[in-house]
């Protein structure tokens, strides 16, 4: 029976959860599964759970949790047969908890990033709504300025990535995230990382999984089919 690889990674908007998902995934090959692309494509195909999503999203709500969990398990069931990373799920005890009946995970990486860098960071970021791709004024900027690359089509700014708004979703973030650590610290598989650049932090997190995945012969874990 083939060792599967479950983990989590958590923090702030801003952290870089997607940066350092995106190469833990390319690195180990797990299946990278984001809900914020989650719930995108499921609006963008117009599905009845999609409609749903949509009624929260137009009105800068959070998804609450029973939809949310109603959304994720059965794609996490699909996924059943293979390792995997999850990036914005669970945000809350009540998904930790709906999330622990159906598997125990490995691992759960936590992103504890200065509120500044995280300022800073979001004072430069502009989405392409569409499809969620992020850019950075700083270091990913753009080719043409205010357009996507891909599309050509406008970029916006979350009213809520602007400096009046962050201290208010970094508080949320704080007050709703700490059930959720504790829970995962509890069960000893809580790992945290601080620091202001992301290819500072890279290198501790690589050498955790490094490790953490290859207590076993590697050939033993289940990862995502070509």
């Not at 969990?69 to 390792?83: A, D, I, K, W």
């Not at 650590?181 to 490094?210: A, V």
Request: hydrophobic residues 35%.
């Amino acid at each position: 029976m083939a060792k599967l690889f479950r983990a989590a990674i958590m923090g702030p908007p801003g952290s870089g959860k997607g940066t350092i998902s995106k190469r833990i995934a390319d690195r180990f090959g797990l299946q990278y599964l984001s809900s914020g692309h989650f719930l995108r494509d499921c609006m963008a195909a117009n599905t009845e759970a999609g409609v749903m999503v949509r009624t929260y999203v137009e009105r800068s709500m959070l998804v609450p949790d029973h939809v949310m969990t109603r959304l994720m398990m059965p794609r996490l069931e699909q996924l059943m047969g293979h390792s995997w990373l999850l990036d914005g799920f669970p945000r809350t005890l009540s998904q930790a908890q709906a999330l622990n009946n159906l598997c125990q995970l490995d691992l759960v990486i936590s992103l504890n990033i200065p509120y500044e860098t995280l300022r800073e960071r979001l004072s430069d970021r502009w989405i392409h709504p569409a499809s969620g791709r992020v850019y950075n004024m700083g270091f990913n900027p753009p080719r043409v300025k205010g357009k996507d690359d891909i599309t050509g089509e406008p970029l916006i700014q979350h009213d809520d990535d602007k400096p009046e708004a962050l201290m208010s979703r970094l508080r949320h973030y704080k007050d709703v995230a700490k059930p959720v650590i504790d829970l995962y610290k509890s069960q000893g598989i809580l790992h945290s990382f601080s620091g202001t650049e992301t290819d500072r932090i890279w290198p501790y997190i690589n050498s955790l999984l490094n490790t953490k995945m290859h207590t076993q012969p590697s050939d033993t874990f289940q990862t995502r089919t070509p």
